[in-house]
């Protein structure tokens, strides 16, 4: 097997991991409000903390991959994240839980921007869009997955169970992917020349700053920002508040919700491969604004209405089914989005995706603190979703003035 194949296995499996810890809140969500006695506003900001800590340390993770290489930051961001996922378990307050989620976004941040890095090492441009879903799948599949396994582990051993077995996991992952891993294909032993070719001149590590005094002149980067933000107050919504969402706002049991919550993940599955199969195959024949454009807004704009659709279904299972294909519909961007940072970034691919995932973060801050004050305010999980499935529809307006030929990077010139 080819070595870059086995380098997207490893991400594959890294963010596999991360989203079994990012999602065990969620899902455990509803216990732990009830032992802690906090309430929907409350819970806001208990998942808005870590959103801050992830958007504000985002960016700087990025940046520091791109100087010291994924191989070191990788590992230093899987054992963080692995620590403070299982010291959730041991906490008894809500000033306690929302330091610790604080912590755990702050090791978390970085996570993407580094695969995103190592894949511009490891993997030609005409393989991109695919390579970049191949870890975007892990998200479905952890997604997926989540729900019935911290499910089964609270109703036999509790919730602090679940934080303390999944925290486990990335540790083993960490230590692998350290002995492993190099940071270009040229230092792994074994790579042979034939594949060095097909990779062609990857992208060097970055020894000197990025220009962002120009970079944030620049109005395709803007726009790519603005995307993502507008996008991520939609797509937060399934990793923070779904699980919620399903047993208080539409009365499924908690067997009922852990069926129900997995289903969109299986679909946002469906839609993060055809988005990176169908963007680079248009990529051939059309322009490469077309192929990805067309993809990223399309996706966006129809999952937008779907969602509202899903707000006015009085029938609980004809709303899980909207959510589900709405879910599949916006996930066909994702691997699009991350190519376009991946295509301008070149050797800054870390920081301009650590940049439009910070902004798409602090969407996901605000989302996310709002809809507990909103259920608060409209007494209702339905009327909540309705703002952010607004966003949606504007984040796929902005993704098609979005130019993926336009340089986001002026030339360097000395630091």
């Known amino acids: 097997m080819p070595y870059r194949f086995r380098v997207l296995g490893f991400l594959f499996v890294l963010v596999f991991v991360m989203y079994l810890d990012r999602l065990c809140i969620a899902v455990a969500g509803t216990r732990m409000q009830h032992e802690l006695q906090i309430s929907p506003s409350r819970w806001g900001w208990i998942i808005g903390a870590f959103t801050l800590s992830y958007a504000l340390f985002e960016m700087p993770s990025g940046i520091l991959g791109d100087r010291l290489g994924a191989r070191k930051v990788l590992t230093r961001i899987v054992v963080w994240w692995s620590a403070f996922t299982a010291l959730t378990g041991g906490v008894t307050s809500f000033a306690m839980l929302l330091v610790v989620r604080f912590l755990f976004g702050a090791g978390e941040a970085g996570a993407f921007p580094n695969c995103t890095s190592a894949v511009s090492h490891w993997v030609p441009v005409s393989e991109r869009a695919r390579a970049l879903s191949v870890f975007w799948t892990a998200t479905a599949v952890g997604g997926a997955l989540a729900p019935p396994i911290v499910v089964a582990i609270e109703q036999r051993q509790g919730w602090r169970a679940a934080f303390f077995v999944l925290g486990s996991l990335g540790i083993f992952w960490a230590a692998i992917w350290y002995w492993w891993f190099r940071d270009t294909p040229r230092e792994k032993a074994g790579v042979t020349s034939e594949e060095i070719e097909i990779i062609g001149q990857p992208a060097v590590s970055s020894a000197h700053k990025l220009p962002w005094a120009k970079v944030i002149r620049n109005p395709n980067f803007l726009r790519l920002l603005l995307m993502y933000h507008t996008y991520c107050w939609g797509g937060y919504f399934y990793l923070s508040w779904l699980h919620t969402y399903l047993q208080l706002g ?92 991946v295509d301008a970034g070149r050797e800054h691919a870390g920081a301009i995706s650590g940049a439009m995932n910070m902004a798409g973060q602090l969407g996901s801050l605000i989302s996310s603190v709002a809809f507990g004050y909103w259920v608060e305010w409209f007494g209702n999980y339905d009327r909540a979703l309705m703002p952010l499935a607004a966003m949606l529809v504007v984040s796929g307006c902005v993704f098609a003035m979005i130019d993926p030929d336009q340089k986001m990077i002026p030339d360097h010139t000395p630091d």
């Open 250 to 341: 539409r009365g499924f049991t908690e067997n009922e919700m852990s069926v129900a919550s997995a289903l969109p993940s299986c679909a946002g599955l469906i839609g993060i491969l055809a988005g990176g199969y169908f963007s680079d195959r248009l990529a051939r024949t059309r322009s490469l604004r077309f192929a990805r454009c067309s993809i990223g807004a399309g996706g966006l704009i129809v999952s937008g209405v779907l969602l509202t659709t899903a707000t006015l279904t009085a029938n609980r299972w004809g709303a899980v089914a909207l959510l589900t294909i709405g879910l599949g519909a916006m996930d066909l961007m994702l691997p699009v989005a991350w190519s376009i940072c």
